[in-house]
């Protein structure tokens, strides 16, 4: 039986292992609440299911400031929207199968924090954090961001353990944190921890495509600060200045989609929409406001866009526009407008696909039975720590979903097992 038959065959026979794990993770409530996170409970369930067939001096244990320098380099962002984050109790897990020397390696890289859920109860299944399976879908916060990803990189290293596939460089996987909400420290930790890798797969979800751009971009905050008493004495209005604000994004938003300009043979998605997340002025409730006209108001919105473009360049862009069409506007008043970037600058990442690794992930794909389909862009996400930290090169290859960030979230199940065949017989290859 060849590799890619005895791999199917090991998926196959193990399918309910794959799934119970995976619903019993989804169902830890690992959520990425700034300026801490709730990641340990599911890193202490996965350092318990791996050390079932990794020995323990070949797993890693570590919070990010474990990591000497970490805090230095230029990537680590230590504020969230002005606050400081903190690492304490919130480690990284990474497992390691170590080949017989002079090889390629490779890791599978995944977060485990998931964003928060704002209501009460989902559709398909009321407990957002269920795992439950329904028509060949798993459903859960988190499942498609990213933890059916993360837990294939796994379920891999257990599929080369099984089945004794003898490797000359080392293959790992890693389940980091706090990626969520503009995070990326934990994935620098563990860049510096491990430098020398030579290529890593990130299996967010791409609908089971390459791609191979991730987004530029980054979440703002636009402050509108009024002089005046407050209250019913109150002459000028910062909910009127940032309505006009709003209006004029969507302008923004409409002019910077028309202008941008795509690399030769650009396939997917081609806009870039700028997303309004909060608009706040007064307060969330009467009680809370008092009938009080207020002086000052925000809003948060994020601008995404081409991996080539600067954050100079995008605030060039935006306030040249505002600039220039801000007469056209009633209240709104540039004097009285402030933007402040709330997380860190995605610097978008460009696969290198004449990286040898591309080669074995085209025959992977081939021997998986799975079309090899290479697409732009994929959302801002880790992918720029992998060449900027570690001179890594990456693919970002996940699995097929919906609803991301939403309500019924969920994955496509055979979309799971095609992701752990095309993981193993990419390292197969690669690391031989």
């Known amino acids: 039986m060849d590799i890619a038959a005895q791999v199917s065959s090991w998926v196959e026979k193990n399918t309910d292992y794959i799934l119970d794990n995976l619903s019993r993770i989804v169902q830890i409530k690992t959520v990425n609440s700034p300026p801490t996170g709730n990641e340990k409970p599911g890193q202490d369930y996965l350092y318990d299911m791996v050390s079932r067939f990794i020995p323990e001096g070949d797993i890693d244990v570590f919070e990010v400031d474990d990591v000497e320098g970490v805090r230095e380099n230029p990537l680590f962002e230590a504020q969230i929207d002005g606050i400081e984050?903190?690492?304490?109790?919130?480690?990284?897990?990474?497992?390691?199968?170590?080949?017989?020397?002079?090889?390629?390696?490779?890791?599978?890289?995944?977060?485990?924090?998931?964003?928060?859920?704002?209501?009460?109860?989902?559709?398909?299944?009321?407990?957002?954090?269920?795992?439950?399976?329904?028509?060949?879908?798993?459903?859960?916060?988190?499942?498609?961001?990213?933890?059916?990803?993360?837990?294939c990189g796994f379920y891999a290293l257990k599929c080369i353990k099984d089945l004794d596939i003898r490797l000359k460089g080392d293959v790992y996987a890693e389940s980091v944190v706090d990626e969520e909400l503009g995070g990326v420290n934990g994935t620098i930790a563990c860049r510096m921890r491990y430098p020398d890798i030579d290529f890593a797969m990130l299996p967010e979800p791409t609908m089971m495509t390459l791609a191979l751009e991730s987004r530029s971009g980054s979440l703002w905050k636009a402050v509108v600060d009024e002089t005046g008493p407050g209250g019913y004495a109150q002459i000028s209005n910062p909910i009127h200045r940032l309505s006009e604000l709003v209006l004029l994004l969507e302008e923004y938003d409409r002019y910077r989609n028309a202008n941008i300009v795509f690399p030769e043979g650009f396939v997917g998605e081609k806009q870039y929409k700028l997303l309004i997340f909060e608009f706040y002025a007064g307060g969330r409730t009467y009680i809370e406001n008092a009938s009080y006209v207020p002086k000052k108001g925000h809003i948060y919105f994020f601008v995404p866009a081409p991996a080539y473009i600067t954050e100079k360049e995008m605030m060039d862009d935006l306030n040249g526009f505002i600039d220039k069409n801000i007469k056209d506007c009633k209240y709104l008043d540039k004097d009285l407008l402030s933007f402040k970037r709330s997380v860190?600058?995605?610097?978008?990442?460009?696969?290198?696909?004449?990286?040898?690794?591309?080669?074995?992930?085209?025959?992977?794909?081939?021997?998986?039975?799975?079309?090899?389909?290479?697409?732009?862009?994929?959302?801002?996400?880790?992918?720029?720590?992998?060449?900027?930290?570690?001179?890594?090169?990456?693919?970002?290859?996940?699995?097929?979903?919906?609803r991301f960030h939403g309500i019924d979230e969920h994955v496509e199940i055979d979309s799971i097992f095609d992701l752990i065949k095309i993981m193993v017989l990419t390292a197969a290859d690669y690391c031989s």
Do not use: Q
């Open 85 to 151: 984050r903190v690492y304490d109790n919130r480690p990284n897990v990474v497992a390691r199968i170590p080949g017989t020397g002079e090889g390629k390696s490779m890791v599978f890289s995944g977060h485990m924090d998931v964003v928060k859920v704002f209501e009460d109860s989902w559709e398909v299944f009321a407990d957002p954090f269920s795992g439950r399976v329904k028509d060949g879908r798993i459903y859960g916060r988190g499942v498609l961001d990213m933890k059916a990803g993360l837990m």
């Open 344 to 402: 860190r600058y995605f610097h978008g990442y460009r696969s290198d696909t004449s990286h040898p690794a591309y080669k074995s992930l085209k025959k992977a794909h081939k021997h998986a039975g799975v079309p090899y389909v290479e697409n732009y862009p994929f959302m801002v996400c880790d992918a720029e720590a992998f060449r900027e930290v570690s001179n890594t090169e990456l693919a970002i290859l996940g699995p097929r979903g919906d």
